[in-house]
């Protein structure tokens, strides 16, 4: 087994618009640096994956001439051409400079870009030679801009190129690169061009302004953009964020943070909605046959609209990220018990469940109910905490509502598991409006439908499921304090029978049957707060973290196996006695890294991508007008892998300098995965290790690499038959692939250690004389199970089964008074093989038909009777060839004889006395058999 670096998941899909190839069967999207093709109407989530960009892909375009080109660009520098039918890379062109925006002239073979270098952005143009896939720079410096720009549009024509940035309007002519700019009173957001070179610009305030024609007019050099002939659309009450024309160009669609998407017809006003889209709409794309509308939701969701039906005909739903950046993210992660490979992640109201496999988020539950919008700073939410039980079948929820600074609501929740529609049913809430409450902790018990939370007042409570009433509803079956100490953190065993509570220095331990007994008490020394405590599997020892140490306590002995110094923040532990640790730290010089990991025990993995996110977005600088990217405090994460057998790390991982918000652990063994560890970050970005077969791997890779790649058309249209027919083949192939799991322990003596404590609760010591009746029963077993194979092995040489199964198939046909007849004759059988060993086999065939003859005698009954036409056959085909060996054997003598010299015959002569050694052995076989027969008339 190996462990894997850091793989980014749940990527942002919603970072660029949709970009609909020209039939409107498909339509492309972006994944951070990946580009996915979606079917537009079909179920399929992705058709082809187009990977070669090093960092986030900023923009598309298409070549109308050759439909299967796709050109690309990326912040790494690189404008890319892509066939994307066949998912091949033609080209590649380094610009040198992160670029953000690229338009594609198909009738000058043209590519427009803008770059970035350090606070200057700049327009550039390179020219494509569509023969060889080639690109070559033409000018790289045909405008400067002074801010980041929000929107770059080529006109249809070909003949002019706007652009937004800041609070400014560039209008570029690419026939004599004149340049006329237009600055408005506020910040411009959106900008679209219709099919008649009519030009749109949204605005932060919710206005609109429609440009009818902007391209003479702006020659006249107004003052501002507010006093250029436009008609004017109010409709927003903040910003248009978004916005596209229809392909006549009698209607645009915009959109914001009303969750909504407006279409206005330009000359009469008219206007119908696309409502209760769930998020802020950040893009919108029209297909060109306007029959869909394709819209990417600040929330990491996209949805696909029928423009006629006015239906959601498609949605891809990614990791959801809370979109109001600016509160603080107080969530939590934890693995779905329902499911491999998957977690849940607690946002600003609900909780959702994300697949890492496959990346895409399968179900979402909402904790707190949302009406309206919500951006305002005042109206905080936030889910804190949640715990499944052992089967997932009940959840625990822990939830925040801060109004103001006076005004604050916690309520923990208990839900139930709806069968039927797959959704969490609200059973029991408790809400505690007392100010400065805060939960710090919320555990299921493993084996009990029990849960453990405590909180900053210093009590800690232990609610008990009661379905006695006939409903379901959770009791609280009794609380309690410690020194009035703050209660930091909880934890359960793993058998249930204990759990325990930390108080300031002290770790208790409780019964939770025994509530008014404290069982015992760990105090830790230097007077260090504990932070974090966690038992751990099938062992008696629990760990604990501090604020400088993590220690290995043993219970049986209540004292410290190990410790570790280090200020640990997160704790996670697995099914196999391991746990991890978050470390948390300044950075590091080269010097102090290599003392502090010179001693080679440790293995340093670091992420495989580091990119500027588009999650941390940008801000304003106070002393200039540009737009720069946020700042963040230097910090460095480490993740630690212990077990309990050493303070030697097992492994470590270094996650960058974005602070760990949680962090889970757990023992998978699906599909060549043994287990996995996933974490989110304080920037909301998930990331998954796993620790893999090698051999499954390397049959991955070439199973990848063994793919063809059908045509789209025939991947599209797929019945749903021919889906069910792919699943079921699919499960048969995955059913005969061999899957090896390696187990946990896998000697003796550890299966036996395994039931000894499966059996005894965490805080009682098994007896002596159980551990020396486990070991002798597992020894006497492994005697015991070799003796038989052996034998099995003994009989298979000696050709025991298939006399067995002869006999089978002579007595199927008999009743069942013949069958214990049958039975005897059995041992009679069993009794002449192994007296027939030194028998030759000319001998043997004759002994059979005797054996076949006395069975018939037997079973009393006469030859026509018993004979069965195949029986009939067979014997005379022994006959016949028992006659044809007497006759080449004498044959063959008087050759011999014939030819024989004087030492052959003396050789020769001896042959009579072995025959007469053989019909001696024949009497002697016919007279045991006999006797053993009268034997057996007489017993009965």
């Known amino acids: 087994m190996v462990w894997k670096t850091q793989e980014r998941k749940g990527k942002s899909l919603v970072t660029n618009p949709l970009l609909f190839t020209p039939d409107s069967k498909f339509f492309f999207g972006t994944a951070e640096n990946q580009i996915n093709l979606y079917p537009t109407s079909q179920k399929h989530e992705i058709l082809r994956v187009l990977n070669g960009h090093t960092d986030l892909v900023t923009s598309l375009a298409l070549d109308s001439n050759n439909p299967q080109l796709l050109f690309s660009a990326s912040v790494d520098g690189t404008i890319k051409v892509w066939n994307f039918v066949t998912s091949t890379l033609l080209h590649s062109y380094s610009i040198g400079h992160p670029i953000l925006e690229l338009q594609y002239s198909s009738s000058t073979q043209t590519l427009y870009y803008v770059t970035r270098k350090t606070q200057n952005f700049r327009l550039g ?16 410096k045909m405008a400067k801009l002074d801010a980041f720009p929000r929107g770059m549009i080529l006109t249809p024509s070909n003949k002019h190129i706007v652009l937004i940035y800041g609070s400014k309007l560039l209008v570029y002519r690419t026939k004599d690169s004149q340049k006329f700019r237009c600055t408005s009173q506020v910040e411009l957001l959106s900008v679209a061009v219709s099919s008649k070179d009519c030009v749109a610009v949204g605005c932060s305030t919710g206005e609109v302004y429609v440009f009818l024609n902007l391209f003479e007019d702006i020659r006249k050099k107004y003052s501002s953009v507010e006093q250029i002939p436009s008609n004017k659309l109010h409709w927003h009450t903040k910003g248009a964020d978004c916005m596209v024309f229809s392909d006549d160009g009698e209607s ?6 009303e969750e909504t998407l407006n279409i206005t017809n330009i000359q009469s006003g008219k206007q119908h909605f696309f409502s209760k889209m769930g998020s802020t709409l950040r893009s919108v794309a029209i297909s060109p046959d306007e029959s869909h509308y394709a819209i990417c939701l600040s929330d990491n969701v996209i949805r696909v609209y029928d423009a006629f039906k006015r239906l959601c005909v498609k949605k891809i739903v990614g990791f959801k990220n809370d979109p109001h950046q600016g509160l603080d993210w107080k969530g939590s992660l934890s693995f779905y018990p329902r499911s491999s490979r998957a977690i849940s992640v607690s946002g600003r109201s609900s909780l959702q469940c994300f697949d890492l496999a496959k990346e895409h988020a399968f179900s979402e539950h909402e904790i707190l109910p949302v009406v309206g919008i919500t951006t305002d700073e005042s109206m905080r939410l936030s889910v804190s905490f949640f715990a499944y039980n052992f089967d997932g079948t009940s959840l625990a929820t822990v939830d925040y509502r801060t109004l103001n600074s006076m005004e604050n609501e916690a309520s923990l929740k208990f839900w139930s598991l709806d069968g039927k529609h797959k959704n969490y049913l609200l059973h029991t809430s408790v809400t505690d409006n007392s100010l400065g409450i805060q939960y710090t902790s919320l555990s299921f018990n493993p084996k009990h439908e029990m849960v453990l939370t405590t909180n900053s007042k210093g009590r800690f409570n232990v609610w008990e499921k009661d379905i006695s009433r006939g409903s379901e509803s959770w ?10 100490e703050v209660s930091n953190c909880g934890c359960w065993s793993e058998d249930g029978s204990l759990f325990a509570v930390g108080f300031g220095n002290s770790l208790t331990i409780w019964n939770p049957n025994q509530p008014a007994v404290i069982q015992a008490e760990l105090i830790h020394p230097g007077g260090e707060t504990v932070n974090r405590a966690a038992f751990l599997s099938k062992s008696p020892f629990l760990v604990t973290c501090t604020e400088r140490h993590v220690y290995l306590w043993n219970i049986f002995t209540l004292s410290i196996h190990w410790s570790f110094s280090a200020s640990s923040t997160h704790l996670a532990t697995d099914a196999m006695g391991r746990f991890l640790i978050y470390i948390q730290k300044t950075i590091i010089n080269e010097e102090d890294e290599a003392e502090n990991y010179s001693n080679g025990r440790f293995m340093v993995n670091k992420p495989e991508y580091k990119w500027e996110s588009h999650r941390r977005g940008y801000q304003k600088d106070p002393n200039s007008k540009t737009i720069v990217p946020l700042k963040r405090k230097k910090v460095e994460g480490n993740l630690v892998l212990f077990s309990s057998q050493s303070p030697v790390p097992l492994a470590v991982w270094n996650t960058g300098s974005d602070p760990i918000q949680s962090v889970a652990l757990r023992v998978e063994n699906h599909k060549g995965v043994q287990s996995m560890i996933a974490y989110i970050t304080k920037s909301q970005e998930v990331f998954s290790i796993e620790e893999v077969d090698v051999d499954h791997a390397f049959y991955q890779a070439e199973q990848a690499d063994a793919k063809i790649l059908k045509p789209l058309e025939e991947e599209v249209q797929i019945s749903e038959f021919n889906l069910i027919e792919k699943n079921i083949k699919d499960q048969q192939v995955e059913s005969k692939q061999e899957k090896v799991e390696i187990p946990a322990f896998s000697s003796i003596s550890s299966s036996v250690f395994n039931r000894i404590w499966d059996s005894y609760p965490v805080h009682a010591l098994p007896l002596p004389s159980s551990l020396y009746s486990t070991i002798m029963d597992g020894l006497v077993k492994k005697k015991v199970s070799d003796v038989q194979t052996t034998d099995v092995h003994r009989t298979k040489s000696n050709g025991i089964e298939n006399t067995n199964e002869e006999n089978k198939e002579e007595n199927d046909n008999s009743s069942k008074k013949n069958q214990a007849k049958n039975k005897q004759f059995n041992l009679e059988s069993m009794v002449d093989f192994f007296r027939e060993m030194n028998v030759s086999s000319s001998s043997s065939s004759s002994v059979t038909i005797k054996k076949r003859e006395r069975e018939e005698k037997s079973n ?13 056959k067979n014997a005379k085909k022994n006959t016949e060839s028992i006659e044809k060996n007497e006759a080449n054997g004498e044959a063959e003598e008087n050759l011999k004889k014939s030819s024989e010299t004087p030492k052959t015959k003396e050789k020769t002569s001896k042959t009579p006395k072995k025959v007469e050694n053989e019909s001696k052995g024949r009497k002697e076989l016919n007279n045991s058999t006999k006797k053993i027969k009268r034997k057996v008339d007489d017993a009965q």
């Open 860 to 872: 009393g009954k006469s030859e026509e009777e018993v004979k069965t036409p195949k029986r009939e």
């Open 252 to 257: 645009i669609a915009t959109g914001g943070a």
């Open 125 to 140: 143009s390179c020219l494509f030679d569509s023969q060889d896939n080639h690109i070559e720079m033409k000018n790289s």
């Open 475 to 484: 009791n609280c079956k009794w609380d309690g304090e410690y020194k009035k």
